[in-house]
């Protein structure tokens, strides 16, 4: 289909942009890299009146790695995610997070805010930012606040964003040295959404799990962070007994839908199945 007709913007600071936001009102939207919203708009999903395009504003680009901190601008595309060495070297999750997310001509153009921020649990960014304990930067008409990863998702397309902000940036704490990651991706074909996903985030120290953080992708209207999984693996070696009760806890608190993807319970299943490979694989990195 044809999207609605609207009116275009392209502001060239984050004030201008927030700016506009809260001057057009509820039936105005912002586009990034366009790959969420666009399709929305074309199934008609989605008609706004006015879009504001953020592309020439460049304080929203850019990644940041220091001591204790990592921070992403939301501008930030999916390949320049995959590109960046120093990035994959001290986050790899993000990497092949990105490198599962539809193809490489959505990559080039399609953004980690955007990824994060429309709210669909479809999504792979928004698990992994729960797991890594992100927090998400927003800008709007009353001034700049921050919200939890694990805190911002309410339903399906309904997150803690308000009317008129923009989310700036992603920021996370610099994972641990003797930390293991993966992110496992259950899908029908090549640039699918997930049938089932999970991220694993496994600390060891002296063998023994001293942090795990899991969470799963598009296995009920929101993303899920599943912190009783990640308890089951703490404080112990990680043997064959704390996974199966880790992939149980996490089974625990799934609701996907029965879709084209397979039946409820044949996702709840395939849910177990990735947390279990997500902290084999995690736990082998952990180890190296």
Known sequence: MIPG??????PKTLDEAVGLLSSLGEEARVVAGGHSLIPMMKLRMAVPENLVDLQDIDALRG???????VAIGAL????EIIDSEELAACCPILRETSLVIADPQVRYCGTLGGNVANGDPGNDMPAVM???????HLAGPQGSREVAAREFYDAAYFTKLQDGEILTKVVFPRPAAGSGFAYEKQKRKIGDYATAAAAAIVTLEGGTCSAASISLTNLADTPLH????????????VDAEAIAKAADAAKAITAPASDGRGPAEFRTHLA???????IERALARART
């Not at 990644?63 to 901190?69: F, K, Q, R, T, V």
């Not at 930030?76 to 390949?79: S, W």
């Open 76 to 79: 930030t595309t999916q390949h």
């Open 226 to 237: 599943a912190p009783d999984a990640g308890a089951a693996l703490v404080g112990t070696g």
């Open 5 to 10: 007709s609207f009116d275009y913007h392209r």
């Open 63 to 69: 990644i940041e790695i220091g001591p204790d901190s």
């Open 272 to 278: 177990g199945v990735m947390v279990r490979r997500a």
């Open 130 to 136: 729960m797991a890594l304990d992100a927090s998400y």
